[in-house]
């Protein structure tokens, strides 16, 4: 079993509709997955239509499962997964936050405040529960935003990977710069750190930019003179957005980079390549919530291929990669 996190700095991104298409992908691919909802300071990883709707966030969930285990009054896991989805040989679950998310984020502190006791092997417990119960390929787990003890367990403790989602303004781009260094040289950690996935979201899409059906956001990236026939005031602003971009590629490329060098001898299937992606702005997506695989756009090839990023990097499946160039700015590894 696998256990990748998808974690945002700030809220407002599209971390958690990113989590549901990818989830969604995989089952199509025919593993089982869970999706669990721990930003529990705001919860909602089951307020669409894709993950179920109204009916599936309500009810137990997973601080139900883990207060109850805290003081020792047993939640069925069972009761606190709803089924989703069944795609082909997959299936795919839905643990929400449950009924009592503001009391267990205001205890975790204190559960984890000595790693001695027991307590504080209280996310270990919900692993090994879905782990033996449940039995998924792999976990996706719906991070808290900021510095807080949940995000630094989601990211650090827990996860194979993370798929970290940044937006392109300075309050996303410092905070994420500060997680991704914490993850990669935390000082706590038995063995590797975990592989990172970075996804810049939103941002502009080609039809906003009036860029050719052929032409792709990355294949601009790599080419800033590639729409020449752009109108003065856009190509402007795509001058500033991918200067932008690739400014933030640069300031958070050495801790995905040092992540790579010991996720490539775990996972050969990754490539330099997969650890890069862009998320469009879609406008109709925050409105709709919807499953985006179902209707073709540039924001759901893009999940695809971040889909095929985890199934070959981590899960180890035989997917067939993307047959893409690598950005100019992001040709290979380098030593960090």
């Known amino acids: ?46 307020r669409t239509a894709a993950t179920g709707g109204e009916s599936a966030w309500k009810g137990s969930g997973v601080s139900d499962l883990l207060l109850g285990w805290v003081t020792n009054n047993p939640v069925s896991l069972k009761d606190c997964l709803r089924p989703v989805a069944q795609e082909g040989k997959g299936t795919l679950w839905l643990m929400p936050a449950g009924t ?8 975790i502190p204190s559960l984890l405040q000595d790693p001695s006791q027991p307590q504080a092997k209280v996310f270990k417990f919900l692993i090994h529960q879905l782990q033996n119960q449940i039995k998924p390929d792999v976990v996706l787990l719906d991070s808290r935003t900021g510095l807080a003890d949940v995000a630094g367990v989601c990211t650090v403790e827990l996860p194979d ?32 750190p975990p592989t990172l996935l970075l996804a810049l979201s939103p941002v502009p899409s080609r039809d906003w930019m009036g860029a050719p059906p052929e032409i792709e956001f990355r294949d601009i990236l790599r080419d800033p003179d590639a729409l020449p026939a752009l109108a003065g005031a856009r190509r402007a602003t795509w001058d500033r957005v991918s200067a932008r971009v690739h400014m933030v590629l640069e300031r ?38 919807e499953l985006l ?34 950005l100019r700015s992001i040709e290979g590894p380098r030593d960090v």
Not at 171 to 189: K, S, T, W, Y
Not at 262 to 280: F, K, N, T, W
């Open 100 to 107: 009592r998310p503001t009391e267990l984020s205001h205890r």
């Open 161 to 192: 990977a993370v798929v970290a989602v940044c937006g392109l303004n300075e309050q996303n781009v410092a905070g994420m710069a500060v997680v991704l260094d914490q993850i990669v040289h935390h000082v706590f950690r038995e063995g590797y």
């Open 293 to 326: 695989l179902a209707r073709p756009s540039g924001l759901a090839d893009q999940y695809q291929r971040l889909t095929r990023s985890i199934a070959a990097g981590v899960l180890g499946l035989p997917v067939k990669q993307v047959g893409e160039r690598p």
């Open 252 to 289: 958070l490329r050495p801790s995905v980079e040092y992540a790579f060098k010991s996720a490539r001898r775990r996972a050969p299937g990754l490539r330099a390549d997969d650890l890069y992606h862009v998320l469009e702005h879609d406008p109709e997506v925050p409105l709709l919530g």
């Open 1 to 46: 079993m696998k256990i990748v996190t998808f974690y945002s700095f700030k809220g407002g991104v599209g971390r958690s509709l990113a989590l549901i298409n990818v989830a969604h992908a995989l089952a199509s691919m025919g593993q089982r997955v869970v999706m669990v909802d721990l930003d529990l300071e705001a919860p909602g990883l089951g």
